[in-house]
């Protein structure tokens, strides 16, 4: 049953001002498809079914990367994650979105996938995405945080009630690059910061992002802060390639001289969101590059964490890889 | 027998004590309704039900925001004011005041009330109903929810269990939400003020008293 795609409308729309018409019309019914590898999963499985699905895929406005008048860059949302990888405009200046985009799952996904589908892609809880009626799926029960739950890959930090996490790298890195999206619908446009677009359960318990229905992620924007700032971008995961993190981070820093001048610290799959670290950046900050500082960061990096039954080895994960992107971080 | 001055149940406000003498002073001197503790109270609990009614009420019509630990710590701020309320009316003796009873009925056919009217009364014991409801059934999904107090287990309870709590507690909300906006409808309407006025500053006239009261069964604790 699973190599058959179920019944379904497709629309092939060439045009946004097409795509935001079919959305418009469909409303929720609208299954938005971008690189199919999240979507794909969801509808082979009878996990969730559509009516209708808008393939964005022939729409040739949504792909590329253009440099902005502000030195910062347009990603169109269906530029693929094998040229976000290689591209030379975003290896020149945002390395670490590259970096992030090349440790995604495997090569033919990352030729499939693309940034905005990335983004937009549901959490991979095997409880929710078995299709039991959990708190995401609308029941009112987590069943991965419970005394039996198995939840090695769940949150340790930023949960209320669902303790998914989310499982984008791209998100991760964009998250410290400070960068936002464009989200169009026949209403008008939208930009929203990435930490506002990706939300957790305690603000929507159904849904990763503030996606409306009827909108399409357009674009996204990267500003020139941080452009040709030292990167540092790590993932593990059970396996070396196509596997979800287990933890990661994303590490932006400004330096000024030898003292870092601003920094961005943000822990992948710990959370339902990229998780900005706050406390570990407030203590690197102002101070040299050193095992001191990063020793200091990594001590304050996931206070208030609460780990599940299964997952405490989160805890030590993060504050070394704190520890390690303060002390390897690498300029452009 | 003379009628005992003032009667059990209202105290005369201690600023007018010393001017209460002639029948000037006493018609236009004030009484005291509601004690402070008590005003204290009934706020505390206005402020709570309006967060908790907010904090579940407003995601589900679209206005999104993290909700669950304030409605959970608003939760407990209410049991805890509701658990004092009930051990200190308890205490001195005063459940009885807001139960509505047989002899109420006489105020439909025009007998004044005492303390209480039939109407406040029923109110009351609307109220009490819905908030021990949702404090009940609310206790137990705190296990559900994750709070520092329980370890999270949704086993504890059977589906059945689980579900029959939260349509409790859901109706409770709604009965609350309800009788929160008829009670407020009211407080505002023009001749209901005095009661208002009474639960902000205390107190209300003699004369507010003596029109809408009955004093003798004031004084009986009714």
């Known amino acids: 049953m699973r190599d058959m795609m179920p019944h379904f409308d497709l629309y092939q729309p060439d045009s946004v001002a097409a795509a935001l018409e079919l959305t418009s019309r469909l409303d929720e019914q609208a299954w938005i498809l971008a690189g199919g590898q999240d979507s794909f999963d969801w509808l082979k499985n009878r996990t969730r079914r559509t009516a209708a699905v808008v393939d964005l895929g022939a729409i040739d406005e949504l792909k590329g990367v253009r440099e902005s008048a502000g030195g910062g860059l347009e990603i169109g949302a269906l530029t693929t994650l094998t040229d976000i990888e290689a591209h030379p405009l975003i290896r020149e200046k945002f390395e670490l979105l590259a970096r992030a985009a090349g440790r995604v799952a495997s090569p033919q996904i990352r030729n499939a996938g693309t940034l905005g589908g990335n983004l937009c892609q549901d959490t991979r809880c095997w409880y929710y995405r078995h299709g039991v009626d959990c708190y995401r799926a ?10 039996e739950g198995q939840n090695r890959e769940h949150a340790i930090l930023g949960a209320s009630r669902c303790v998914a996490v989310s499982p984008s790298d791209t998100a ?18 939208r930009i929203v910061p990435i930490s506002e677009f990706l939300v957790g359960p305690a603000i929507n318990i159904r849904a990763m992002t503030t996606l409306r229905p009827g909108e399409i992620l357009t674009t996204v924007r990267v500003p020139a802060i941080w452009s040709g700032a030292m990167f540092y971008f790590e993932k593990v995961a059970d396996r070396a390639a196509w596997d979800f993190a287990l933890v990661s981070i994303a590490a932006a820093f400004r330096m000024d001289g030898k003292r870092v001048a601003d920094a961005r610290l943000v822990a992948g799959a710990v959370a339902c ?22 020793e200091r960061a990594a001590s304050v990096a996931v206070d208030g964490a609460r780990p599940l039954n299964y997952n405490h080895f989160k805890i030590p994960l993060t504050e070394n890889l704190v520890r390690r992107a303060i002390r390897d971080a690498q300029g452009a | 027998m003379a009628a005992q001055y003032p009667p059990a149940g209202v105290e005369l406000a201690a ?15 004030r009484v005291t309704r509601h004690a402070g503790i008590d005003r204290l109270f009934h706020w505390l609990v206005a402020v709570t039900m309006l967060v908790l009614l907010a904090t579940s009420l407003l995601p589900v019509i679209g206005i999104r925001f993290a909700w669950v630990e304030v409605h959970w710590i608003a939760g407990i701020l209410l049991s805890g004011a509701v658990l004092f309320h009930i051990l200190r009316a308890a205490l001195r003796k005063k459940l009885r005041i807001v139960v509505p009873r047989p002899a109420d009925l006489a105020e439909l056919a025009g007998a004044r009330p005492g303390k209480y009217s039939i109407a406040q009364k029923l109110t009351h014991t609307a109220f009490a109903m819905a908030l021990l409801t949702a404090i009940g059934t609310g206790v137990p999904l705190m296990i559900k929810a994750g709070t520092p107090f329980f370890e999270r287990d949704p086993y504890r309870f059977s589906l059945s269990t689980w579900g029959w709590l939260t349509v409790l507690h859901d109706l409770a909300a709604f009965l609350s939400l309800f009788l929160v906006m008829v009670h407020m409808y009211f407080s505002l309407r023009p001749e ?12 209300m006239t003699r004369d507010e008293l003596r029109q809408y009261h009955d004093e003798q069964r004031v004084q009986r604790g009714e």
């Open chain 1, 273 to 294: 969101v990229p998780w900005r670290l706050h406390a570990a950046e407030r203590a690197v900050v102002g101070r040299e590059r050193s095992e001191d500082s990063a």
């Open chain 1, 172 to 189: 991760t890195a964009l998250t410290a690059l400070d960068a936002s999206v464009v989200l169009r619908s026949r209403a008008g446009e």
């Open chain 1, 138 to 147: 609308g029941g009112n029960i987590c069943y991965a945080d419970t005394p």
């Open chain 2, 192 to 203: 209901k003020r005095m009661y208002l006025r009474a639960m902000i500053s205390g107190g």
């Open chain 2, 15 to 29: 600023s007018t004590r010393s001017a209460a003498g002639g029948d000037a002073a006493e018609s236009h001197g």
